[in-house]
């Protein structure tokens, strides 16, 4: 089992719609960040979270320390915003200070 | 602009060559990383490092190699050792190991192909 697993791993959407990405992880960690890779394949850092929510334009991140998960919300989705999302977690105490990556959401918007 | 460039984005070599994938930095990060990705997979991680003169192996380290001359630059070899190559391979710097609240910062990363 990995130790991030995100979902769904494809997800179509219509411009306009309301997005979820969920994140859970097996692991303790001492950060959660949300990346966002485009078809060219550059990462974006979007978010870095330890607690609570986090706010940027459309984008909502939110994290659950007690049940190890955390989701990635999309207000009013535009065909801009398909790209994969990923997942990672820097793993509490570990030496490396390291990322855990998940999979990734490949996300599509349709006009 | 502060940020991370690699270079070259596209690069194609024959079976057997060595060749090397350039990471230059320029937010004076302490820490940099190199990550491997396959179609399908997480990032994987080559090879670390935390501060100039000292690397450390990753998880799937067998077959690259790498050097941290300078706190700015983090080059991979891709040696002929390494059984499948063809990936993409993303570099990326922190500050203070990554630890806590310190951010990652990527490459636009490079796609290289064996042929």
């Known amino acids: 089992k990995n130790e991030v697993e995100q979902s769904p791993q494809n997800l179509t959407a219509q411009e306009g719609e309301f997005i979820t990405i969920n994140c859970s992880y097996s692991?303790?960690?001492?950060?959660l960040h949300w990346l966002q890779q485009h078809p060219g394949g550059g990462i974006v850092s979007l978010f870095m979270?330890?607690?609570g929510k986090k706010k940027h334009g459309r984008l909502i991140a939110t994290i659950n320390i007690q049940e190890k998960h955390s989701s990635l919300h999309i207000t009013a989705s535009h065909p801009r915003d398909s790209a994969v999302y990923i997942c990672?977690?820097?793993?509490?105490?570990?030496?490396?200070?390291?990322?855990?990556f998940g999979k990734g959401t490949k996300l599509s918007v349709k006009p | 602009d502060g940020g991370i460039t690699q270079s070259p984005k596209y690069l194609f070599r024959k079976e057997g060559q060595n060749v090397t994938l350039s990471c230059e930095q320029n937010?004076?990060?302490?820490?940099m990383y190199w990550y491997r990705q396959d179609p399908g997979q997480g990032l994987r991680l080559i090879y670390y490092?935390?501060?100039?003169?000292?690397?450390q192996k990753g998880d799937i380290a067998e077959g690259y190699s790498v050097s941290r001359e300078k706190k700015e630059s983090f080059p991979l070899t891709v040696t002929s050792a390494q059984k499948n190559p063809t990936a993409f391979y993303l570099c990326?710097?922190?500050?203070?190991?990554?630890?806590?609240?310190?951010?990652?910062?990527f490459g636009s990363g490079t796609r290289l192909t064996v042929v």
């Open positions: 937010l004076n990060h302490d820490a």
């Open positions: 490092s935390h501060i100039v003169n000292d690397f």
């Open positions: 990672a977690v820097t793993n509490y105490g570990g030496s490396q200070g390291n990322l855990i």
């Open positions: 979270l330890s607690s």
């Open positions: 990326a710097s922190s500050d203070h190991r990554g630890r806590f609240d310190y951010g990652y910062t």
């Open positions: 692991v303790g960690i001492s950060a």
